[in-house]
């Protein structure tokens, strides 16, 4: 993740005017920064972070290139799209999601489907359920159970497009905890709070120094 410049005010260290429990948020990206810190001895500050970023899991600019490796792919992936029962199962769970198949009845039919029977209806349910504001899941289903049905670079390329369409409604969400510490440092004249011991690589860089970040 790459390091940002975060400003807290802080104007006494050996006071109580330095940061305690508060939120920060990113302007370029989804995310925020949660901290709640305390005062320790020798004027050491201790926080605990919390980073959490929501992104998309694919971006419009990502399509040409995930096209250009399926046709690579295409020659070797060709036979797999032949395999009866691999399709078979594609083509049934896709039938279960729509709800022209019945859930008892994929199962019956392909066993192997549902390790855990009672999360597998559950799983299905929510996919029906989805389905009934958001088709991404279910097209991206049948442009596999097309390419099953009638392989072909075209149709291999679709089912590549689908994916992607179903990956741009796909959020990704992650949260990295982490504590850091910080110690008062003098700078002509002022006062702020740097990290001790240097920052730490793939994290937030925060720094506090009198009426300004640094």
């Given at each position: 993740?790459?390091?940002?410049?975060?400003?807290?005010?802080?104007?006494?260290?050996?006071?109580?005017?330095?940061?305690?429990?508060?939120?920060?948020?990113?302007?370029?990206?989804?995310?925020?920064?949660?901290?709640?810190?305390?005062?320790?001895?020798?004027?050491?500050?201790?926080?605990?972070?919390?980073?959490?970023?929501?992104?998309?899991?694919?971006?419009?600019?990502?399509?040409?290139?995930?096209?250009?490796?399926?046709?690579?792919?295409?020659?070797?992936?060709?036979?797999?799209?032949?395999?009866?029962?691999?399709?078979?199962?594609?083509?049934?769970?896709?039938?279960?999601?729509?709800?022209?198949l019945d859930i008892y009845e994929a199962m019956k039919r392909y066993p192997d489907l549902a390790k855990d029977p009672k999360a597998f209806q559950e799983g299905m349910a929510r996919l029906r359920e989805e389905a009934k504001t958001s088709s991404a899941m279910l097209d991206s289903m049948k442009a596999v159970v097309t390419m099953c049905d009638h392989p072909s670079e075209e149709n291999y390329?679709?089912?590549?497009?689908?994916?992607?369409?179903?990956?741009?409604?796909?959020?990704?969400?992650?949260?990295?905890?982490?504590?850091?510490?910080?110690?008062?440092?003098?700078?002509?004249?002022?006062?702020?709070?740097?990290?001790?011991?240097?920052?730490?690589?793939?994290?937030?860089?925060?720094?506090?120094?009198?009426?300004?970040?640094?």
């Amino acid at each position: 993740m790459i390091a940002c410049l975060i400003g807290l005010v802080a104007s006494n260290a050996a006071a109580t005017d330095y940061p305690t429990t508060g939120m920060l948020y990113n302007r370029q990206e989804d995310s925020s920064l949660t901290y709640n810190c305390t005062m320790q001895q020798s004027q050491r500050l201790q926080c605990e972070f919390i980073q959490t970023a929501v992104r998309k899991k694919a971006k419009p600019g990502d399509l040409e290139k995930k096209l250009a490796d399926a046709r690579t792919a295409y020659p070797n992936l060709l036979s797999q799209s032949k395999d009866p029962e691999q399709c078979g199962r594609i083509s049934a769970l896709f039938s279960v999601g729509s709800g022209q198949l019945d859930i008892y009845e994929a199962m019956k039919r392909y066993p192997d489907l549902a390790k855990d029977p009672k999360a597998f209806q559950e799983g299905m349910a929510r996919l029906r359920e989805e389905a009934k504001t958001s088709s991404a899941m279910l097209d991206s289903m049948k442009a596999v159970v097309t390419m099953c049905d009638h392989p072909s670079e075209e149709n291999y390329l679709a089912m590549t497009r689908a994916d992607h369409a179903k990956d741009m409604k796909t959020c990704q969400v992650s949260s990295n905890p982490y504590t850091q510490e910080f110690v008062w440092v003098a700078l002509r004249g002022m006062g702020g709070f740097r990290p001790a011991g240097g920052a730490l690589r793939n994290r937030p860089v925060v720094s506090i120094r009198n009426g300004q970040g640094i």
